[in-house]
């Protein structure tokens, strides 16, 4: 079944360590992208990519860093520059087609330890 | 810039009433669309409807319909018949101007469907 994958489920890190989420799809879908969610809160757009080799900030990208070497993969990194990384961190694809929606993966929910 | 607001934080309806989240956006882009997510408690997000600002119908897909009011810059989305599985956060997004298929969230609604 064509869907996108993010692992792992749940991810711990150490204070001052560099941690990478992982988002594969096998939709044959051109842009791929990261958001966050805290509780209680909307989507918060981190970093998007509309092809391979190409990638733009969104609306939080400071502490996160991202690479596009394959059409279906689109780690993040965060960073230890990101103070507060505790969140749910879901990753999304889409077609060119406007009219179409983005698809989710199941997240990946990092904490502080 | 674009905007999305979702003003109800929680709704709770009955087992097999019909329900309305509503939604409002900003945009003076006038081409845009409008999407409704749904997010379970397990976190994943579902796709359930999508609305383009040139649709002459208002979207329907199952149980959910979109009322769309281009005037009144709103987009509420109506649950009919809800079921105790509709219990979850629902989401209000708007595709970004210029972005190639960027969204823009509201802050969502829990709905709690009650026996």
């Known amino acids: 079944d064509g869907g996108i994958t993010q692992s792992p489920k749940y991810l711990f890190r150490k204070e001052g360590q560099n941690v990478t989420l992982s988002c594969e799809q096998n939709?044959?879908?051109?842009?791929m992208y990261w958001y966050r969610q805290d509780p209680g809160q909307g989507l918060r757009l981190i970093y998007y990519?509309?092809?391979?080799?190409?990638?733009q900030k969104g609306d939080i990208a400071e502490g996160y860093s991202v690479s596009r070497e394959k059409k279906e993969s689109f780690p993040l990194t965060v960073t230890s520059a990101q103070k507060n990384p505790t969140a749910f961190y879901l990753c999304?694809?889409?077609?060119?087609?406007?009219?179409?929606?983005?698809?989710f993966g199941d997240g990946t929910r990092l904490s502080i330890l | 810039a674009q905007k999305i607001t979702q003003t109800q934080p929680g709704m709770f309806v009955q087992e097999k009433e019909a329900v309305t989240l509503d939604c409002t956006y900003d945009t003076s882009d006038p081409s845009y669309g409008l999407f409704w997510y749904k997010q379970p408690s397990s976190g994943e997000m579902i796709f359930l409807i999508y609305q383009g600002s040139y649709d002459q119908q208002n979207a329907t897909e199952g149980r959910y319909s979109l009322n769309f009011q281009k005037a009144r810059k709103s987009a509420n989305l109506v649950i009919s018949a809800s079921q105790l599985g509709d219990s979850a956060m629902y989401f209000c997004a708007m595709r970004d101007t210029g972005g190639f298929q960027k969204l823009v969230f509201g802050t969502g609604t829990r709905l709690l469907v009650s026996p």
């Open positions: 939709l044959n879908h051109d842009a």
């Open positions: 990519s509309q092809i391979v080799n190409d990638f």
């Open positions: 999304a694809s889409s077609s060119r087609d406007r009219g179409q929606p983005q698809h």
